[in-house]
């Protein structure tokens, strides 16, 4: 029954893409597509997820969701941000550090900086301060697909005159209104009592859903929110971050400790891999159930062997590890899983697979990094894949670790071309950016098998991520027919007023008739 109503909700929803599709075309792209870049309207085309996101962020009500889908594709073309990189913005933005990406918040959500202090009112700059925003948005829109933002105003020494209030109404539009859904939380801390009137005006700017996500917070109840390894020292936190630029700093992979250590960018892969070098063969050779004494290792020849010689090796690797069931589509590499590699939270539930499908002509090479190499061990973290053939990553925890929402792994592949097995480290070196494919895995922690079937026992409520989702979208659903009902119900009661008011009307006409009628029968 649950399977049923599940099934006939994504229906609902598939409807009212199609139905918001169609209706844009026909009231807003009949006239001119001229306000509108092109790529976006391609996009909104082909993402069910983006049309999606903008229908539940206003409830399922198409007409609200067409006018801020309108605003936000003609805010896209107006400030070009398809062709905003990070060249195109001045260095000095990047260089004070006022606006970044980096860290979770406890629920695994990117948190995203601003730290009042550093901004001045400048009427000269603004449209660039717009541009960095959106800047640094779209980078994770690109990067982190789907996933929501936990936005940090740390306002510690800031004063009025760090108060840009048509620069705070562009932020707030940029998460009301031009990217939906993104607003997971908007954490305001420290905030002097001078700027309390200043921020009654912008709750007023809010929408409902946005307010539902404010939190007001000070240095010491805000860890209620962020673990204390990803707030700064002011804050009552540990974290050494520091912000410099060069490099960007969102995806705080700036320190490769060893082959499966943080993701790096390739710039940086190319100045420090001879240093990973050294540490591919420890790396390589660490399993959950098998301790080799370290040497180097050629992965390719490795796996071959093991082909060859004992097939029952991969098996007696991949025994226990939790089977992926999604599978993302790639032009060099299929990975499953498509988003999220699945830990459970007993003991014997503490590996998981990565499958990796070569859908090319050609070999393709093959690494996969990590943000915590101390609590993951991946074998094989490096190698290459045969055309048409697969290859099982097993990522277990070590020792005592637990996995955690903050924790990511990337997935970066290039085609080979007549390329040794010897000569790997090199190809990495010298393989073009534009030709490495990057996908990213976040980790999810779920209820171990016992606690999940007594849960069941106790309650039919399906319990996991994916049900809370699933709660959520439902819930999303019920609201908006609720409000669909409710506007109903006040066209209807509009109506009844003016048939009372007829009524009424007719009733004096009557009694006039008779008046008249009565007084002219009178004799005179």
């Known amino acids: 029954m649950a399977e049923l109503d599940q099934h006939e ?14 209706r844009f075309k026909n009231e807003f792209l009949q006239d001119s597509t001229d306000k509108y870049d092109s790529r976006d309207l391609e996009k909104f085309e082909k993402d ?13 009500v198409v007409d609200d969701a067409l006018k801020m889908i309108d605003e936000s594709l003609q805010w896209r073309k107006e400030f070009g941000v398809n062709d905003i990189t990070e060249s195109t913005i001045p260095k000095w933005m990047f260089e004070t550090g006022a606006v970044y990406l980096h860290g979770y918040d406890k629920e695994g959500n990117k948190l995203f900086w601003f730290k009042v202090k550093l901004h001045v009112k400048d009427a000269k700059t603004i449209m660039d301060k717009k541009k960095y925003v959106a800047f640094w948005l779209e980078r994770y829109a690109k990067k982190e697909p789907g996933m929501p933002l936990t936005v940090v105003f740390d306002l510690a020494e800031s004063g009025l005159s760090n108060i840009d ?8 539009n940029c998460f009301k209104i031009y990217y939906p859904k993104f607003l997971s939380k908007m954490i305001i801390v420290d905030m002097p009592w001078i700027m309390n009137a200043a921020w009654k005006i912008v709750k007023s700017w809010l929408g409902p859903e946005a307010i539902s996500k404010l939190r007001f917070a000070t240095r010491t109840d805000v860890q209620t929110f962020i673990g204390p390894e990803y707030l700064p020292p002011h804050m009552g936190g540990t974290d050494p971050f520091k912000y ?3 490099p960007l700093p969102d995806d705080d992979f700036q320190t490769p400790i060893c082959d499966n ?3 790096v960018s390739e710039d940086e892969t190319e100045s420090k891999d001879g240093e990973m070098e050294g540490k591919d063969a420890l790396e390589s050779s660490f399993n959950s159930e098998v301790a080799v004494k370290p040497k180097k290792v050629n992965f390719l020849e490795d796996s ?11 098996c007696a690797r991949t025994k226990g590890a939790r089977k992926p069931l999604t599978t993302f589509k790639g032009p060099l590499l299929d990975v499953s899983p498509a988003e999220e590699l699945s830990f459970g939270s007993g003991e014997t539930e503490k590996k998981s697979l990565i499958i990796l499908s070569n859908v090319t002509k050609n070999q393709v090479a093959f690494k996969v990094r990590t943000t915590a190499p101390e609590k993951y061990r991946v074998k094989p973290s490096s190698s290459c894949c045969e055309p048409g053939a697969s290859v099982d990553i097993v990522v277990s925890l070590h020792g005592g670790s637990q996995a955690s929402p903050q924790d990511r792994f990337l997935v970066m592949a290039a085609e080979m071309d007549n390329v040794g097995p010897q000569e790997l480290a090199q190809f990495w070196k010298e393989v073009p950016k534009t030709k490495v494919m990057e996908h990213r895995l976040r980790c999810q922690v779920l209820e171990s098998v016992k606690s999940t079937v007594n849960s069941l026992r106790d309650s039919p409520v399906e319990t996991g991520s994916s049900g809370q989702q699933e709660l959520n979208t439902a819930l999303m659903r019920v609201m908006g027919c609720n409000l ?3 506007q109903k119900l006040n066209t209807c009661l509009w109506v009844q007023k003016v ?3 007829l009524v009424l009307v007719l009733v004096v006409l009557n009694l006039l008739c008779l008046y008249l009628l009565g007084t002219a029968q009178r004799p005179s």
């Open 9 to 22: 909700g994504e229906q609902d929803i598939e409807k009212k893409i199609e139905e918001t599709r169609q």
């Open 48 to 60: 069910n997820a983006l049309v999606e996101g903008y229908l539940s962020w206003r409830l399922y």
């Open 165 to 172: 209030m048509d620069f705070v109404k562009y932020i707030i």
């Open 244 to 246: 410099s630029y060069p």
């Open 261 to 263: 250590g943080p993701i």
């Open 304 to 314: 071959l062997r093991a082909e060859d010689n004992d097939k029952g090796d991969t």
């Open 484 to 486: 669909r009902l409710e």
């Open 499 to 501: 048939l009372v008011m």
